[in-house]
């Protein structure tokens, strides 16, 4: 019964959003949905913990932000075929409105290179790391890398008593 409840669930969710039909679709769905956290995050977390660090040797929660956005150009202007436009956000950015904008540049800006993605141009290669990838490759790793310090925040913000976004009660 609960398979086919799952089947049945999936089929519905799949149904609502044709772009997962596509291998394109599912590293722009999980990208959209781990960047809405981190800018919630940022949003959540009172500035003066911006500067929080669990130990000395390790980032602040500020530092992830800048290090997040500061990737996004890294990845994505590799996919785009561009030099990175970076500033260098995580070195010279460090108030919570500054790293705000930086991320939603930043976020902005990669969703270029998600939309620009087809199933045609997913095995292009590009030049990543020292490496020949292929874009769509080059992209999971972005989303990937964007989920794995999605954790850190979220270690943080648990830390300080904050509720990271991801598990907010749901809209009834």
Same mark, same amino acid.
């Given at each position: 019964?609960?398979?086919?409840?799952?089947?049945?669930?999936?089929?519905?969710?799949?149904?609502?959003?044709?772009?997962?039909?596509?291998?394109?679709?599912?590293?722009?769905?999980?990208?959209?949905?781990?960047?809405?956290?981190?800018?919630?995050?940022?949003?959540?977390?009172?500035? @003066?913990?911006?500067?929080?660090?669990?130990?000395?040797?390790?980032?602040?929660?500020?530092?992830?932000?800048?290090?997040?956005? !500061?990737?996004?150009?890294?990845?994505?202007?590799?996919?785009?075929?561009?030099?990175?436009?970076?500033?260098?956000? @995580?070195?010279?950015?460090?108030?919570?409105?500054?790293?705000?904008?930086?991320?939603?540049?930043?976020?902005?800006?990669?969703?270029?290179?998600? !939309?620009?993605?087809? !199933?045609?141009?997913?095995?292009?290669?590009?030049?990543?790391?020292?490496? @020949?990838?292929?874009?769509?490759?080059?992209?999971?790793?972005?989303?990937?890398?964007?989920?794995?310090?999605?954790?850190?925040?979220?270690?943080?913000?648990?830390?300080?008593?904050?509720?990271?976004?991801?598990?907010?009660?749901?809209?009834?």
């Amino acid at each position: 019964k609960l398979l086919g409840t799952l089947m049945i669930v999936t089929c519905a969710t799949q149904a609502q959003s044709p772009d997962l039909k596509s291998a394109s679709g599912y590293p722009r769905m999980v990208q959209k949905q781990v960047t809405a956290w981190i800018e919630r995050a940022a949003e959540k977390m009172p500035e @003066e913990q911006f500067a929080f660090k669990p130990d000395p040797a390790v980032r602040s929660f500020g530092q992830i932000l800048g290090h997040v956005a !500061d990737a996004n150009y890294s990845f994505c202007s590799g996919v785009l075929g561009e030099s990175s436009p970076s500033p260098g956000i @995580e070195k010279t950015k460090t108030t919570k409105a500054e790293l705000t904008v930086a991320l939603r540049n930043a976020f902005a800006y990669c969703s270029r290179a998600y !939309d620009a993605l087809t !199933d045609a141009s997913a095995n292009e290669t590009v030049k990543a790391f020292g490496q @020949e990838r292929n874009k769509l490759g080059v992209l999971w790793f972005n989303a990937s890398h964007n989920l794995e310090h999605y954790g850190n925040l979220v270690a943080y913000m648990r830390m300080k008593g904050v509720v990271p976004p991801s598990s907010e009660p749901k809209p009834q």
